[in-house]
């Protein structure tokens, strides 16, 4: 099975369009990079400020490339903006797993249901369409507010990898928390639960 790392892949429903994320994307999320620095407080890798935020988009095309990574942008129809980026990493086809990530929105598009329809296009199309076994999430132990938005969408909590790994620019190590979902489960009651909060 190869995966389709094509410029093809568009994920939409009648909020959101989910697409591959490109070079030019950096004057689309430029705003939000310049203004919006606590949007990064969890994140491993910063996109504030134009500079950021070209090596971020750098890092994340470099992956795709590679067929390890697959970032997309997220448009919002409702207000015809740019709301921010998701991506699956550590594709592993053999094993039929991906985790799901790399996840930011600006301050306008928190809390308004629009994560709730990417996770929604995402989940259906690596269990759908990609075949995957498992999709696997992971944060910071501390961000609470991506952990309820985990749960909300119907994510198991597997537990916590202790001090695993260094927080961006300090000494301090951050714990992991890890969650999933697996193919049976999205079939059996995610999905349609999922579905039901759109």
Known sequence: ???DFSQNTILEDESILLRPLQ???IENLLEISLNEPETWEYSLVRANGRE???????IALNA??????????????????YAG????????????????GYTWYG???RGMGLNKHCKF???????????????????DNNNQRSIAAMKSIGC????????????????????????????????DKVKENLKNKL
């Open 23 to 25: 070079q030019a994307d």
């Open 85 to 100: 980026s998701t991506r699956f990493y550590d594709i592993n086809l053999a094993f039929k797993t991906l985790q799901l």
């Open 107 to 109: 301050k306008d598009f």
């Open 121 to 139: 296009l995402l989940l259906q199309f690596a269990f759908e369409s990609l075949g995957m076994e498992r999709v696997e999430f992971r944060a």
């Open 64 to 81: 795709r490339e590679n067929k390890i990574e697959f970032p997309f942008i997220v448009f919002d129809k409702k207000s015809g903006k």
């Open 156 to 187: 198991t909590v597997e537990g916590v990898l202790r001090s695993h790994m260094p927080t961006f620019g300090s000494d301090v190590r951050r714990d992991s928390i890890v969650l999933s979902i697996l193919r049976n489960e999205w079939f």
């Open 52 to 58: 950021n935020l070209e090596n971020y988009i750098k």
């Open 1 to 3: 099975m190869d995966l």
